[in-house]
């Protein structure tokens, strides 16, 4: 019988190889998570990127995946320090004619602003908003038989379209089309494909159940509970730790990957079965992010007062220019007119800059390792709805695509999902199999958002990963 130093190691310490470790180590398993970086985290770290004193999330911001995620529900993180914030208005859409769509948790008040088409928007959401508690187990899960067939149903008779079908389908106002465009972008696909229209659906969802807070001083703050409730169950963490070779690691049952496909062929090949390796090797990463933080002299002077009362603000426009912003990296171009995303989360949280002073976040998608520089893109596009934007900025902090990959090996390309959120891949990643976190190779398991339910700040992958190792290789 072989002597194993620990019973799991998981490598890579994101939010889903901490839910991965957690899970296991309140099973009584000894467990050591291993990290390259110099701390703990991967997407949900922050640092002082532009000036002293200004806290900025170098990846993820904002985190309604985290407040409704089924396994994150369970932990005691509150008594680690986690504390969300919920601005008014979870998004704000701006308009060229000086207004802004705001999407708030009241489905009635956000179909207020939705003129015509509100009757059409409580029709899409109500039922299902009022039932996500329950659809989100199944929304964030492998697939499956759902625990809820009625409510996952009707889910997937709505989104399972593309963003473009779900719009000519319930709107006809440019106000409810531009603020769906601008949720389904998320996807990271264009709108014009499947499914599109299922990550908008989800983002409204969300919304409308939890709203899209954030924690109280960082997005490190999740990542600190949820290490330090690790620690507490007796796990061990171990940083400035790259494994390049599996075999370097100390004696285990099992090890967990919180990594991707590409990094997992790289330093595990030798123990993958050639037929398995050649289809992970047909993993498809997608597009990849150009991101900037801001320190300002003040908040972001938008036209349209609404948007103060959100957290996130969706700048684009239009459905029509959004879908073209997110045809154009699809195809390999450069967007001059992107669809950006920001964040400004001191209007809400003091603690991110010094008095009166405020911080932004906001990215754009580009092609997968895109080299170009969207400095002047990303401001164009935030000016055009808040003229006088770059006399605010005091300081500004830039992140290629490039740059995120080096920040975190995981975002292969710049890309911030862990693979592409095309249909083949939703719930089939990161290949088609009845268990896709099982390796075909004894006691390997991924962990990471390249398995279901994909990108996002949830640990849902990691929490299916761990509960399938468990029940493989420990009961
Ligand atoms: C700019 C940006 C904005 C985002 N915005 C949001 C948002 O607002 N809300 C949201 O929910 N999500 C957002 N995301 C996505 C989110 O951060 C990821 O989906 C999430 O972090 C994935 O978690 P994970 O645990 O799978 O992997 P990761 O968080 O990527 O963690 C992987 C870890 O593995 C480590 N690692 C990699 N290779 C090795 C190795 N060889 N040895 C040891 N360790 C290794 C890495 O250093 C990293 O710490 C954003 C991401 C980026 C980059």
Redesign the pocket.
């Known amino acids: 019988m072989k002597n194993y130093q620990y019973d799991a190691i998981v ?7 901490l839910a991965a470790a957690i899970y296991l180590a309140q099973r009584k398993l000894s467990v050591l998570v ?4 110099g701390e ?5 770290r922050s640092a002082e990127l532009t000036l002293p004193g200004f806290t900025h999330d170098i ?5 309604p ?2 407040i409704v995620s089924p396994f994150f529900q369970t932990l005691p993180l509150r008594d680690f320090g986690l504390e969300f914030i919920q601005p008014a208005a979870s998004v704000a859409h701006p308009l060229d004619d000086g207004t802004a769509v705001l999407l708030k948790s009241s489905v009635e008040e956000t179909a207020a602003n939705l003129g015509l088409d509100g009757t059409s928007y409580e029709r899409l959401v109500t039922v299902l908003a009022r039932n996500f508690g329950v659809l989100a187990s199944d929304i964030l899960a492998p697939l499956g038989i759902p625990s809820n067939p009625f409510f996952m149903g009707a889910f997937g008779l709505k989104g399972m379209t593309s963003a473009k079908n779900l719009v000519d389908h319930y709107f006809t106002e440019p106000r409810a089309r531009a603020m769906f465009a601008g949720n389904a972008a998320h996807s990271m696909i264009p709108l014009e494909d499947v499914p599109s229209a299922a990550y908008g659906l989800v983002l409204l969802l969300t919304a409308h159940a939890v709203g899209w807070g954030f924690p109280r001083g960082g997005a490190n703050k999740i990542a600190d509970a949820l290490g330090a409730y690790f620690l507490s169950l007796g796990g061990k963490i171990e940083t400035d ?4 070779n599996i075999d370097e690691l100390p004696a285990s049952r099992v090890v967990l990957f ?2 991707t496909p590409r ?1 997992i062929i790289k ?1 595990t090949a030798h123990r993958l079965p050639d037929a398995y390796r050649k289809r992970l090797e047909k993993y498809k990463y997608g597009a990849g ?1 150009f ?1 900037m933080d801001f320190a300002l002299n003040e908040p972001i002077p938008w036209k349209a007062k609404q948007c103060f009362e959100a957290g996130t603000v969706h700048v684009g426009g239009t459905f029509e220019e959004i879908a073209e912003s997110e045809r154009a990296h699809a195809e390999g171009k450069i967007s001059e007119t992107p669809f950006v995303l920001v ?1 400004q989360n001191s209007l809400f949280d003091t603690t991110r800059a010094p008095e009166n002073k405020h911080t932004a976040w906001a ?1 754009c998608h580009v092609p997968n390792g895109a080299t170009a520089d969207m400095t002047e893109q990303i401001e164009n596009q935030i000016e055009r709805f808040a003229p006088g934007f770059r006399d605010c900025i005091l300081a500004k902090a830039v ?1 290629s695509p490039a740059d ?1 990959e080096k920040h ?4 292969i390309g710049g890309d ?3 693979g592409a959120g095309i249909l083949s891949q939703l719930f089939t990643r990161p290949v088609a199999k009845i268990n896709p976190y099982a390796i075909p190779s004894k006691g390997l398991y991924i962990c ?2 390249s398995t279901p339910p994909g ?4 640990g849902m ?2 929490y299916h990963a761990a509960k399938s190792a468990f029940e493989r290789e420990f009961s």
Request: charged residues 10%.
């Open positions: 490598i890579g310490s994101g939010p889903n190889g291993v990290e390259a970086a703990i985290g991967g997407g949900t990846c993820s911001a904002i985190h995946l985290a730790f790259e494994v390049k919180d990594i990094q330093i992010v991101k964040a990215y992140k995120l975190n090996a995981n975002y911030i999902n862990g990471s958002s990108g996002g700040v949830h992958c990691g």
